[in-house]
Every structure is written in C-alpha cells, then in structure tokens.
T-cell receptor, first 114, second 107 residues
Framework: AAGVIQSPRHLIKEKRETATLKCYPIPRHDTVYWYQQGPGQDPQFLISFYEKMQSDKGSIPDRFSAQQFSDYHSELNMSSLELGDSALYFC?????????????FGPGTRLTVL | LAKTTQPISMDSYEGQEVNITCSHNNIATNDYITWYQQFPSQGPRFIIQGYKTKVTNEVASLFIPADRKSSTLSLPRVSLSDTAVYYCLVGGQNFVFGPGTRLSVLP
C-alpha cells in the first residue's frame, strides 16, 4: 500500500539559510500534520491542514510556515535556520480529522543545521 | 488534550507476552486511543486503535476498560525486532506525544 512520502530525506543547511520540506500524503487523504522530533526527544506537533486550510497550530516557530496545495501535498518552509532546528521532521496524513481517523507517518526528513 | 502516563521502560524476553498500560484519566468522550511503535530515526508506525472494550489485529491487542481511563497494549510473543519505543496517544487530531515506553526485548 502507498505510504506517506517525504522529500528530501536528508538536508544539510547553514545557519540563517532557508529550507523547504515536502510531504505527499497517502492518496485520498485530505489531512496533513507536521511534527518535529529533536535528538532524544519525543515528536512535537507543529501544524496541521485539512482540505487545504490550516486546521490547528502547535509549537511552530514564527520563522516556519506551511501550506497544503490543491493536490493535498504540503510544504513546510523554514527560514533563518538555527542550530536548534536540527531535527527529524515527520509528516503524517489521515482521511478526515476525526478522533478515529488514523494518522500514518512518513519516514521523515533529517535536517542538519551547521 | 488528554495527558497520558506510561512506564518509561520495560524489559522482556523473546517469546513472552508484553503488556504496556497507559493511563489517561481525563480522556474526552470523543477521544480514541492509538498506539504507535517507533524505531530510532524512523517515523512512528501505527499499531492499533480503539475506543472501548477490546480490539485485536494481526500484531497486537488493545484492552480498554469501561471507564476508558486507561488502556493496555498487549504484544504476543515478542521478538528482538520489537525493541522500540511505544507511544500511547489519546485524542483525534494533533497528538501530544509523551515520553513513551522504551521496550527492550532480550534473547
């Protein structure tokens, strides 16, 4: 079965640069979530989209923005990168956003900021 | 969002059944309970989800008592490859991941 696709899988940037992470949800899934997982930490919710509209916002820094496009893929844009942004970034998708709508996670993008 | 509490770590041996209990005292009426497994540097992998009573799939069972204030993930006959962190999550949308349970399966 098709899974969530994330690209790139690895990304190395310098401080103060920008980065764009992409997420392609499972076909027919209309909801996308972004999570950040720092080294040795648990995943932290950043932001979610349902039917191309922002659905909920978590601990996403103001330097980050995201959107969901008409084909339901999503992009997380990160500017003025800091060393502390080095982390694994996971995208998850679900069909619907109700309590029983299971989130399926992608393999993640490992961002390293030097 | 309902907060969850799980044991930080557990050890088991190959072939044993492992039960991990999660407490979620302030679970809301429309909240589901979902368990994920995560290996290092990989995305959380869905294991099982339930609302009440018992749910079973090909990899695990989930037991939820009538008051829904806790749940127990049961992994039958674990193997070394089941060594991972297991997260209990409550809610529908934007999961709040707690520390999870680090399960170590020993030979």
């Amino acid at each position: 079965a098709a899974g969530v696709i994330q690209s790139p899988r690895h990304l190395i940037k310098e401080k103060r640069e920008t980065a764009t992470l992409k997420c392609y949800p499972i076909p027919r899934h209309d909801t996308v979530y972004w999570y950040q997982q720092g080294p040795g930490q648990d995943p932290q919710f950043l932001i979610s989209f349902y039917e191309k509209m922002q659905s909920d916002k978590g601990s996403i820094p103001d330097r980050f923005s995201a959107q969901q496009f008409s084909d339901y893929h999503s992009e997380l844009n990160m500017s003025s990168l800091e060393l502390g942004d080095s982390a694994l970034y996971f995208c998850a998708s679900s069909l619907g956003r109700g309590g029983g709508d299971t989130q399926y996670f992608g393999p993640g993008t490992r961002l390293t900021v030097l | 969002l309902a907060k969850t509490t799980q044991p930080i770590s557990m050890d088991s041996y190959e072939g044993q059944e492992v039960n991990i209990t999660c407490s979620h005292n302030n679970i809301a009426t429309n909240d589901y309970i979902t368990w994920y497994q995560q290996f290092p540097s990989q995305g959380p992998r869905f294991i099982i989800q339930g609302y009440k009573t018992k749910v079973t799939n090909e990899v695990a069972s989930l037991f939820i008592p009538a008051d829904r204030k806790s749940s127990t993930l049961s992994l039958p006959r674990v193997s070394l490859s089941d060594t991972a962190v297991y997260y209990c999550l409550v809610g529908g949308q934007n999961f709040v991941f707690g520390p999870g349970t680090r399960l170590s399966v020993l030979p």
